[in-house]
């Protein structure tokens, strides 16, 4: 049974950090993608950083030299590193799996086949 758990969120004033994690289990093959994504209430979801299995990563502008996206490739966990964080990173944080198109790793949800139940990161000012 494939499983993403995520945990680690919580609340934090604006300039504080948080660091994500996502443990994922029963999958039966090599995850070639791994994404954090984020949903703030009344907002679309949106793709924060996503991860390729050799190491390649891409982020979000907001978040940009904030964050940081990392996994351990034997353990299939991901991580999110949140730095500075600030009011507006508030909302639900989401890991997900999808497939890769060569080496390159898609931002948008339709790509993400599976997808973990979430952790609330709330930052107050």
């Known amino acids: 049974q494939v499983q993403l758990v995520e945990s680690g969120g919580g609340s934090v004033q604006a300039g504080g950090s948080l660091r994500l994690s996502c443990a994922a289990s029963?999958?039966?093959?090599?995850?070639?993608?791994m994404a954090w994504f984020r949903q703030a209430p009344g907002k679309e979801r949106e793709a924060v950083a996503v991860?390729?299995?050799?190491?390649?990563?891409s982020y979000a502008d907001s978040v940009r030299g904030r964050f940081t996206i990392s996994q351990e490739n034997a353990k299939n966990t991901l991580y999110l590193q949140m730095n500075s964080l600030k009011p507006e990173d508030t909302a639900m944080y989401y890991c997900?799996?999808?497939?890769?198109?060569?080496?390159?790793?898609?931002?948008?949800?339709?790509?993400?086949?599976?997808w973990g139940q979430g952790t609330q990161v709330t930052v107050s000012s």
């Open positions: 997900a799996t999808g497939a890769a198109v060569g080496l390159r790793c898609s931002t948008s949800q339709v790509d993400y086949a599976y």
């Open positions: 029963g999958f039966g093959y090599i995850i070639d993608c």
């Open positions: 991860i390729h299995r050799r190491g390649a990563t």
